[in-house]
T-cell receptor, first 110, second 118 residues
Framework: DTEVTQTPKHLVMGMTNKKSLKCEQH?????MYWYKQKAKKPPELMFV???????INESVPSRFSPECPNSSLLNLHLHALQPEDSALYLC?????????FGPGTRLLVL | SQKIEQNSEALNIQEGKTATLTCNYT??????LQWYRQDPGRGPVFLLL?????KEKRKERLKVTFDTTLKQSLFHITASQPADSATYLC?????????????????FGKGTHLIIQP
């Protein structure tokens, strides 16, 4: 299995909702990442997990809360988001220099 | 501050010609540089990685060069096809390690939207 899967594909949520994005990989990669991508912009790094420990937090607001329950799974918990948080959220994994990206979750915050 | 610049937002090329995309960077001393392809609404897909001690790398119709003196990488697609139309991103690894020496994320250039016209 050489892919990263993300669920859901699309998500619409209100500013008072709590939701979670899920990411899974079965390539045995020990590093996993969350990126945020706005329209016509490049992906921007949010979080890095290395061996299931949070390694990098790029000063992301606390309304985004990552979690790595095990080496194959990565979650992003969302709470009290703002409309400007609407974006494509990409998960990636790596073992070495190359990163493998999932298809993303398209999030719309109303 | 660190910057990665891809000098063309969009590039139109006639089918069969060679497309050349440019990536320039400042205030980085990268050990390697990567190129990714991204189609609309999809995640980036890794294409090629070139290390600082490599001048050129090839994969099928793709060729990447890396000049650490000029701080520039060129990405070539030869015999271009309409199916090559996509956004191409260059990427560098951050110049720091995470807590406990963990993995680093990538910083991407803004990308070049390549259109191959039949």
């Amino acid at each position: 299995d050489t892919e990263v899967t993300q669920t859901p594909k699309h998500l619409v949520m209100g500013m008072t909702n709590k939701k979670s994005l899920k990411c899974e990989q079965h390539m045995g990669h020990r590093a996993m990442y969350w990126y945020k991508q706005k329209a016509k912009k490049p992906p921007e790094l949010m979080f890095v997990y290395s061996y299931e420990k949070l390694s990098i937090n790029e000063s992301v607001p606390s309304r985004f809360s990552p979690e790595c329950p095990n080496s194959s799974l990565l979650n992003l918990h969302l709470h009290a988001l703002q409309p400007e948080d609407s974006a494509l959220y990409l998960c990636a994994s790596s073992q070495g220099e190359t990163q493998y990206f999932g298809p993303g979750t398209r999030l719309l915050v109303l | 501050s660190q910057k990665i610049e891809q000098n063309s937002e969009a590039l139109n090329i006639q089918e069969g010609k060679t497309a050349t995309l440019t990536c320039n960077y400042t205030n980085y001393s990268p050990a390697y540089l990567q190129w990714y392809r991204q189609d609309p609404g999809r995640g980036p897909v890794f294409l090629l990685l070139i290390r600082e001690n490599e001048k050129e790398k090839r994969k099928e119709r793709l060729k990447v060069t890396f000049d650490t003196t000029l701080k520039q990488s060129l990405f070539h697609i030869t015999a271009s096809q309409p199916a090559d139309s996509a956004t191409y991103l260059c990427a560098l690894r951050e110049n720091r390690r995470g807590v406990g020496g963990g993995a680093d994320g990538l910083t991407f250039g803004k990308g070049t939207h390549l259109i191959i016209q039949p």
